[in-house]
């Protein structure tokens, strides 16, 4: 009878709950030194449990009213927490700026972690996407991505992303000699012809401003020329 | 030898509990829980189930060291066992420290039993297992080896309720002196801090058997700090159990 009566009393304040508006989370969140400690070592699954609960706020608030206010400063709670938790920066980076539309709360969050790991390339490869798509700030954008395909793991699209910006920001010398290593170098078919589009698209670019203002900078390509594969 | 039968038997009398099994069965079933928790996160799903897994171990595996310390000498006394051992040709040293010995090695059971699950788990969903993984697991055991030597000198002259209480705070305060040795540099006056770097060199140093974020983010483990490490784990233990058996020598059984 008691049992009946509990459950009976749970699904009705279930129901009272459902009908409530999204309750504001977080309210209070502890600052990361002064909660670190007394977490007694297990900062890492506190991280981790905090990142899930933060998915869940993003899936709830997204569903709901579309405001995000605690989100930054629990993912900054969270990579406190933990600093080499690569998720919370990445995901935690997206939703600050696609969902949130807090750009520089994305960048901060990006360069923290890019900061805490200097080793992966992700995080500048972020930053960069950040500063080409978004603020269209292309010299930053080259600096990203130039220090992310440096970095260990990278993808094979990112040096020709490098090439690319060295021309669109006007360093075509650069560009070449990007774009001709990366022909050099290059594991297939698609890529070398890539590469060596690219090649004549700004020798042939340049060839027509010397036409017009004279002798340039650009040097001849150091590609080895081979038919190109497009054309074999 | 006479150590030796009493931590074989020790260790036969422990894995007898039944609320040995049940806490261990609850291990591992949170262990294996992790996997579903991870079904809700977006990314780092190995990491969450190493991160989940070691705290598991190192959660369950305090309770088994404190629930089986606490009563090492007080249910000898309460069953009056130990009137009839000390009638024996066997020294007070040797009891406890075949009793120390004993817990140890059913902790060492227990944290295998749940290190093999862990290993288990991550070597499913990656396709293998790093060996810092291993590593961080021993020195939770390691840990634990420290916790029952805390616990055992405790359950020598108190009661198994406040044995479990001050073995805690001892457990809390070694995890926590280290920051409050920072604490002391950062506010207190002289006094403080030299009250604070007393604490720090007698309390337990917890927080350097720590190498759970070396295991999950396969960061680089110094190996002189870990082998330093196993060193003071013997030693504090070593002095643990001689203060165990410095209280236990004065007690009067008649």
């Known amino acids: 009878m008691c049992l009946l009566g509990s459950i009976l009393l749970a699904a009705l304040l279930e129901r009272r709950g459902a009908g409530a508006t999204v309750r504001e989370e977080w309210l209070f ?30 899936g709830t608030h997204w569903q709901t009213d579309r405001t995000f206010p605690q989100l930054a400063k629990a993912l900054n709670l969270a990579t406190s927490l933990d600093p080499h938790f690569l998720e919370p ?34 995080l500048p490869h972020d930053l960069g996407r950040y500063y080409y798509l978004e603020a269209h700030d292309y010299a930053r954008s080259l600096e990203w991505w ?17 090439a690319r910006l060295y021309a669109k920001t006007g360093h075509e010398e650069t560009a070449l000699e990007l774009w001709s290593e990366i022909y050099r170098t290059a594991q297939n078919d698609h890529v070398r012809s890539l590469a060596l589009e690219e090649i004549e698209r700004l020798q042939a670019a340049h060839s027509s401003r010397l036409t017009v203002n004279g002798p340039g900078r650009l040097p001849k390509s150091t590609v080895n020329r081979q038919p190109s594969p497009v054309n074999r | ?18 609320i040995l099994y049940a806490i261990l069965v609850f291990a591992l079933v949170m262990l294996a829980g992790s996997t579903i928790l991870v079904t809700i996160s977006v990314g780092g799903e190995e990491k969450i189930i190493k991160d989940l897994g070691l705290a598991c171990i190192s959660i369950f595996g305090l309770l088994i060291a404190i629930f089986l310390g606490i009563g090492l000498v007080f249910k000898e006394i309460e069953k009056r066992t130990l009137y009839t051992i000390i009638t024996k040709p ?33 070597s499913f969903w990656e396709g293998t297992s790093s060996p810092r993984l291993l590593l961080a ?34 457990f809390v305060a070694g995890h926590l002196s ?25 309390l337990p140093n917890l ?10 983010h396969h960061l680089a483990i110094d190996a002189g700090t870990a082998a330093l490490s196993v060193v003071y784990v013997i030693f504090y233990a070593a002095a643990l159990v001689l203060a165990a058996v410095a209280i236990f020598q004065r007690r009067d059984f008649k």
């Open chain 2, 207 to 216: 927080s350097r058997l720590n190498f759970k974020d070396q295991a999950v």
């Open chain 1, 146 to 162: 130039e220090r992310a395909a440096k970095l260990p793991g990278r993808p094979d699209y990112l040096p020709r992303f490098v």
């Open chain 1, 89 to 122: 920066y990445r995901f935690g980076g997206l939703y600050l700026l696609y969902l949130a539309r807090q750009p520089q709360a994305a960048v901060s969050l990006l360069e923290k972690g890019a900061a805490a790991k200097p080793d992966r390339w992700e």
């Open chain 1, 29 to 58: 969140l502890p600052e990361a030194a002064r909660l670190k400690p007394l977490l007694l070592g297990f900062h890492g699954a506190a991280a981790d449990l905090l990142w899930i609960q933060i998915v869940q706020y993003v």
């Open chain 2, 90 to 122: 066997i020294h007070r040293y040797q009891f406890i420290l075949g009793k120390y010995l004993g817990l140890v090695m059913t902790l060492l059971v227990n944290v295998g039993v749940m290190g093999l699950g862990l290993i288990g788990l991550t």
């Open chain 2, 1 to 18: 030898m006479k150590v030796a039968v009493i931590a074989l038997n020790t260790f036969r009398e422990a894995v007898r509990d039944r």
């Open chain 2, 137 to 170: 697991i021993l020195f939770i055991f390691l840990e634990l080896v420290m916790v029952t030597a805390i616990a055992m000198v405790f359950s020598a002259f108190s009661s198994p309720a406040l044995s479990a209480i001050f073995t805690l705070c001892l």
């Open chain 2, 178 to 202: 280290a920051d409050l040795r920072l604490f002391a540099a950062q506010f207190g006056g002289a006094a403080t801090k030299l009250l604070a770097e007393t604490l720090y060199i007698l």
